[in-house]
């Protein structure tokens, strides 16, 4: 496809939805005026009728942007589904009494890789049912994302606590400072001093904060499983920011009357996601200006560490454009057109014109974290 | 069984890593950081620097040191050897004296310490007693004579450092017979000189402070003369021929005295201020040489006029009518002459920041090129670039160059010839090239243990700078007094910043050499034999390409000369690009083979072909919203930064310094500083805003697939601080119409690595996993050609791991990860190539890497596996950290101070390290002879220790 035939396309979709719907191996296409939809009963129903099933108690879910499964079951986060969809909108239906879709962070990419996500259930995702237990039902997420977690409580002493924080694609800060401090340690030969990493301040609004899970003087004692001790602050500092996309931080809280107790190890689950309490409303989603995750595409946010490989962004240019010196500057100024908010199909070239030549758009989709392999 | 295997795997990789790396400091390059103490054997031909750090360090002939560091973290203040022997006596500054001697060992000489000793006086008396001020190396070589501050001399036997206490010459014993009308006989003070009739050994003479001096016989323990000299004394000369005392005075006066008169007032004889009238400094030292048949030479330091030179660092030479003053650049530590048949030879000056040779038997006395200890930092270091195995020819060249540049320096072979240098001749010739603030570019004969210079390109020629107009300021004029005359090369001030060299490349095959600088402009050099006029095209380039809304608050561009300049034979410009913000250059690559220069700065790279002199391609890789990068107080920053650092390191390095033992006190002063104040560190994960993310950390030409599996192509690599990856595919006009066909670019592949840490290296894999050659290295028959048929791979290096790709699509195969399993992040990396110590015919090549913990690492190729790990750098040492460079050996050279580089290998073969024998002198006469006075013959030659007593500074 040519340039100027995806520029057509994207003024259409600036008004118009592309939805995909699948409802077990059956898929809908249909379209979606951006402006003239009305509230979540009204898509509810259509979509029955659409795939003929109406009457079947069914539950909704969408792809955001950064790959996660979330829930459509109110007005509210169905307007979020439309505004993010930009413009392909896909909508995964599952019937009420089946398996349900686990909602969260990763979770397409886990199943689209098949990796059983039993074992992490009910460490990292609190809020899922589980297996085991079919008489505790917890209900279905409300719009929520899963932000922070406590793991491994299990393997861990009563004082330490084990916190996942999960930089999604959002613009949240981790939002947290550490510093240098003085450690008291009992060993056998009396009460000793040592150095150890303290934290040492949370940024308001930041990640960290809104967790609940760190707290000011927490000492920290590993990161992303390894032990800090002997590690200057430079160090612990770096491995933190090189480990910011799955950060893990194993601490010792300064308030030691929160902690977990293992006689409560079944309930550990609900703990962490008592902590989760960001809300994706809350945080600014970069939806609205970003570009969207072609359905034919992996869907990506790496962030368990086998993944993260594939979380570099790679683009090629397989169409070899001149590129001449005598003719870029021309070119540029050319290519520095508005936003272009939409791709509608996967297209090598189209796409690495706009990053390689577009400075604004380049950067939105790059802020996102995804992955376009074209 | 399976379990078993694989052990036995595993220590067969074991074995081989030993066969191949092996981690050793092996030979400092350059001039000692804060020398304070300087002494000579004639004997063994050998000098002395102590340092203030407590390291002392021997040079004899080339290629010829021995190192030792004291234990103490105390500067050394005086060292001695000890006459027709092969120990030296060092004094530290925390009063203690150290006996060192080179020992042979399986056919080569070490320096080990082997005794210390610290004076004891008599129970409660004041530590002034027994503060050692003046030493005298008897020329028994048994006896040491320590003068101290409160005016006793003590007397030690040596080497075990017996006090011979009934030999002691105490205060009271000489201030009894001292004559009742001299002036200052209630208080001799300290002893300030000791020195040893040149005739006599029984006879010294005692100077103290105040001004007296004594002639005492050693063996009737009894004074034989009194000297009284009223001014306060700083130093005391006993001439050859035992008939003379020279003393020099803190009025900047000296008096002759003669030896044996019976009436003391007439025994001045001559006393005379040579830059008089005025009020002058102290002259520190004095010296005068006799020569056969002509007036002496008169050797003294300082005694400048206060007020109008009172801050030269000056050596006066007087001989006959010929008087110079010889102006130095820093601060005079100390000089003596080598040992000479007849007529001295050479003066030989240590000075704060260098060594001076004057040879004084030319006509003009010319400067001595020293083959060791230059002063690297004569204009700081601000990068350096290392090429292995430098073809003859090229090699030939640049030292026919060199050659022209030198003529200034004496014929005169290097006066100082001690020991043997028995270390192999080097297996390759290497060069290290250095880029110095002021403009210039070193060229430095890296191959052996000698750091030699070669060749001096400076690139100031090419561009207007003020320091034009007052070239001729500092040229003395016809009689001046005193008649100054500036020697050395150390000057440490910059006229113009923006010379500053940032990246070197040079090609080893074709002689081109291309080089960026501070001011954004990148120079491209031809070696020359013959001197040239030409004008330098200059092009400039604009690398924010039409970016508005800004304001370089940086320097400006340089001011490019439009008239030909002549430039000598070497290396001469005959292209400059001048970048647009003329920010400093980050990167910088050449392809000799294709004739095309990559650079790249905070804004974007370019890619500029030298052969059609003009710009292929322009690629700004800023963030618009990066307003740190665009307006560019970068280098303004870097340079206050940098200053300060130095400023630090100073101060750091000049008596606290880092010996091992220390490191548990320093944890524990950290940690009180930290309960002081607490500094803290945000936690967040980098994003596109931070700045400077466009900055062009690393530039890579390959010959690779690209674009299809089947056909390789020319590209270009350029990585950046966000972690971002170009390749750009270049097309090359045929061989026949490489002149008139344009090269053309278009980017094929943009990489952003999701941890956005900085790209620091990127390196193109074959199908055997092997790094690509350089150019031109497979047409001199000097490498394997690539293998073309398998698939190629890209091993992108960021600062927080390592990261292997599929090639041409692109796609993550493995990785190393170092940040986020230990912390520390990669600051330099190289490719280096390892031969087997056990194997003429197995080889590895491999990754070096430096952290900023100051770590060496090897990692393996194409596998990317950690193989060994050794400390190297203090992590504390950001600036040695940052000067390192490697070889393609395993090899690594980095700053331990402004003036000198530290060597290391990581390989079992390539091993460049000092091997030398000194023998002891021929003349062990007095091996056996028990400690006595009397028996010695006076035909001996005893002028051993004479220039060593007196350590002035």
Known sequence: ?374 | MKRFRRHGHETQRDRLKQELYQFNKTVEHGFPHQPSALGYSPSLQLLAIGTRSGAIKLYGAPGVEFMGLHDENAAVTQVHFMPHQVELVTLLDDNSLHMWTLRGHKGLSELLEIGRFTLTGPPGAPPSVTRVTSVLAHSSGELLLLGTEGGHVFIVEVPGFRELEERNISLDQVANSVPEDYIGRRNLEHVESLQENPVNPNQVVLGYGRGLMVIWDLEKQCAMQHIPATQQLESVWWTEDGEYIISSHSDGSYCRWMVGGEDMNDDEEKSDIPYGHFPCKAISKIVQLPTEGGPPFLLFSGGMPRASYGDRHCITVIHGKTHVALDFTSRIIDFFYPAAHKDPSALVVLVEEELVVIDLQTEGWPVIQTPYLIPLHSSAITCSHHISAIPLKLWERIIAAGAMQYTHYSKKPWPITGGQNLAPDPPQRDLLLTGHEDGIVNFWDASGVCLYPMYKLSTAGVFHTDSDLNDNMNQGTEGEWPPFRKVGCFDPYSDDPRLGIQKIHLCKYSGYLTVAGTAGQILVLELNDEAAEQTVEAKVVDLLQGQEGFRWKGHTRLDVREEPVLFPAGFQPFALVQCQPPAVVTALTLHSEWKLVAFGTSHGFGLYDYQQRNNVLIKCTLNPTDQVALEGPLSRVKSIKKSLRQSFRRIRRSRVSLRKHHVNNAAKAELAEMELAPVQRKIEARSSDDSFTGLVRTLYFADTFLTDSSHNTPSLWAGTNGGCVFAYMLRLPPAEHRAEEPVTAHQAKEIQLMHRAPVVGIVVLDGHGAPLPEPLEVAHDLARSPDMHGSHHLLVISEEQFKVFTLPKVSAKMKLKLTAIDGSRVRRVGVAWFGSSRTEDYGESGLVVLTNQGDLHIVSLPHIKMQVHYPCIRREDVSGIASCVFTKYGQGFYLISPSEFERFSLSTRYLVEPRCLVDAPRQSFNQHRPPSFGASSPQRRVMEHALLNDESE
């Open chain 1, 1 to 374: 496809m040519s340039r100027p035939q995806s520029r057509i396309g994207i003024k259409l979709h600036q008004h118009v939805i592309e939805v995909k719907s699948k409802f077990e191996a059956e898929y809908r296409r249909f379209a979606l005026k951006r402006n003239s939809h009305g509230g979540f009963q009204e898509f509810y129903h259509l979509l029955q009728s659409l795939h003929l099933i109406p009457g079947v108690e069914v539950l909704l879910g969408y792809a955001d942007i950064h790959g996660d499964l979330l829930p459509i079951n109110n007005d509210d986060n169905f307007h979020k589904a439309v505004s993010s969809a930009n413009p392909l909108l896909r909508i995964i239906i599952t019937k009420k009494e089946d398996e349900p879709e686990v909602f969260g962070t990763n979770s397409l990419q886990r199943r689209k890789k098949g990796l059983g996500l039993t074992g992490l259930r009910t460490a990292t995702i609190g809020s899922t049912h589980s297996r085991h237990k079919p008489s505790l039902l917890i209900g279905q997420p409300q719009d929520f994302r899963q932000i922070s977690s406590i793991i491994d409580v299990d393997i861990l002493p009563e004082s330490h606590r084990r916190v996942r924080l999960h930089k999604h694609g959002t613009h949240k800060p981790l939002g947290f400072y550490i510093r240098d401090g003085v450690s008291v340690r009992v060993t056998p030969q009396g009460v000793e001093k040592v150095p150890g990493v303290f934290i040492s301040r949370l940024v308001r609004g930041g990640l960290a904060e809104t967790t609940g899970l760190l707290g000011v003087n927490d000492e920290i004692l590993e990161v992303n499983g390894i032990d800090v001790v002997g590690k200057s602050l430079d160090q612990v500092t770096d491995m933190m920011v090189a480990n910011s996309h799955n950060l893990i931080v194993t601490v010792k809280p300064s308030n030691q009357r929160n902690n977990v107790t293992h006689r409560v190890t079944k309930s550990s689950g609900s703990v962490g996601s008592a902590g989760s309490s960001g809300s994706a409303r809350d945080s600014p989603s970069p939806a609205a200006q970003s570009n969207p995750i072609t359905a034919s595409n992996s869907i990506a946010e790496g962030d368990s560490e086998d993944e993260e490989d594939d979380c570099d962004l790679i683009m090629e240019n397989d169409s070899l454009l001149t590129h001449q010196v005598i003719n870029s500057n021309l070119r540029d100024s050319h290519d520095l057109r508005p936003l272009p908010q939409s791709i509608s199909l996967p297209n090598s070239m189209a796409a690495s014109m706009i990053s390689n030549h577009n400075g604004n758009s380049e950067e939105s989709l790059r802020e996102d974290g995804n992955i376009i392999s074209l």
